[in-house]
């Protein structure tokens, strides 16, 4: 089973940046679907991001965009989140999801917080 360790949370203006990392360990990402998802304070966890592995495919929610990018880097086994142009809405801890169909292996990391003053 693979295990996720999440990074690159923090406290941002408005209008700044942010990149979160998603680390595998144990296995590599190869067949999984990677997503993002965010949990904002009294709300339930929702969808912002997904990759499939192996082919680099992508999609978002629409509220982020244009604004925010999934990208991978093969070499470190590690999935990324780039957020730019952050808006206060934004605030929430961001969770990294990894999901294999063919094991029905569904991992959580352990989530960060992102929180944008205005």
């Known amino acids: 089973q693979v295990q996720l360790v999440e990074s690159g949370g923090g406290l941002v203006q408005a209008g700044g940046s942010l990149r979160l990392s998603c680390a595998a360990s144990?296995?590599?990402?190869?067949?999984?679907?990677i997503r993002w998802f965010r949990q904002a304070p009294g709300k339930e966890r929702a969808f912002v991001a997904f990759?499939?592995?192996?082919?680099?495919?992508?999609n978002y929610a629409d509220s982020v965009k244009g604004r925010f990018t999934i990208s991978r880097d093969n070499a470190r086994n590690t999935v990324y989140l780039q957020m730019n142009s952050l808006k206060p809405e934004d605030t929430a801890v961001y969770y990294c999801?990894?999901?294999?169909?063919?094991?029905?292996?569904?991992?959580w990391g352990q989530g960060t917080q992102v929180t944008v003053s205005s």
């Open positions: 144990g296995r590599t990402f190869s067949s999984y679907v």
């Open positions: 990759m499939l592995w192996s082919t680099g495919s992508t």
């Open positions: 999801n990894a999901y294999n169909a063919y094991s029905n292996d569904n991992v």
